[in-house]
């Protein structure tokens, strides 16, 4: 599985120093993890702030966020079986979540990415029946707009 970018995409940045003091230290940790290919990694930070005291939508959405990170780190490490029903679970949480944007995130253009990187896992009833295609996880930039978040 690929779990770079391209060099180019490496240099437009992830969010801005505006991003870094209105958001959690964990959301920005999670994002320079996943962003780096370290998904059980990102899938820690997003977990530490998931676990406090977070108001409903934000345990939703970071919920979706681990549980997207946890699919690509399932893949890394050979079980597409997992990988498929994390990504099932992070659409589910996305869905329910109800949100065009939510602490900066594209969720449309995040969630088109990763339709594009995962729905091969939907391929075959078993998953385990399917060759793995060289894969390229979403990249995650924050738009320039400050949310509130609960």
Known sequence: MRSA?????????????????????????????YN????????????ERWMGEVGPQEKLFLQAMIQSAVAF????????????????????????LGKRVFMSLDLEDYQEQLERALS???????????KAPQ?????????SAIDEFD
């Open 5 to 33: 970018v391209s060099e180019a995409d490496d240099d437009v940045p992830a969010y801005t120093d505006a991003h870094v003091a209105a958001y959690p230290i964990e959301y920005i940790a999670g994002i320079d993890l």
């Open 36 to 47: 780096a290919g370290e998904f059980h990694a990102s899938h820690d930070a997003w977990e």
């Open 73 to 96: 780190h399932h893949l890394e490490i050979g079980r597409p079986g997992a990988a498929r029903r994390m990504h099932q679970m992070a659409k589910e949480k996305f869905a329910r």
């Open 120 to 130: 091969w896992l939907w391929d075959a009833a078993d998953p385990r029946e399917l």
């Open 135 to 143: 894969v390229t996880p979403p990249r995650i930039r924050l738009l």
